[in-house]
Nanobody, 114 residues
Framework: QVQLVESGGGLVQPGGSLRLSCTAS????????VGWYRQATGKERDLVAK???????TYADSVTGRFTISRDSAKNTVYLQMNNVKPEDTGVYYC????????WGQGTQVTVSS
């Protein structure tokens, strides 16, 4: 019943921008903490940004000042605005909703390359 679907990934040049979307069905997003995670090839999956049910936000040090997480409750969607992207931002980006249970999307590929 619960589905999280990521979209917006693709190929972008260094210094460019991209906006990722995560849309949920089967749950009401605004009562969950929702995080964006990144997994590069051969590396572990790491937290990039998280927005909590009370609207507190946290970012990984590597993206602070460049990425912005936000929520549109009316659309049941959480966004990750990625600005001034770097090659090291390349990876599969996943969204996850956390409360008593955890739900994960299938991920969307972001490739930063010249």
């Amino acid at each position: 019943q619960v589905q999280l679907v990521e979209s917006g990934g693709g190929l972008v040049q260094p210094g460019g921008s991209l906006r990722l979307s995560c849309t949920a069905s089967g749950i009401i997003f605004n009562i969950y903490a929702v995080g964006w995670y990144r997994q590069a090839t051969g590396k572990e999956r790491d937290l990039v940004a998280k927005i909590f049910a009370d609207d507190r936000i946290t970012y990984a040090d590597s993206v602070t000042g460049r990425f912005t997480i936000s929520r549109d409750s009316a659309k049941n969607t959480v966004y990750l605005q990625m600005n001034n992207v770097k090659p090291e931002d390349t990876g599969v980006y996943y969204c996850a909703a956390h409360r008593a249970s955890a739900y994960w999307g299938q991920g969307t590929q972001v490739t930063v390359s010249s």
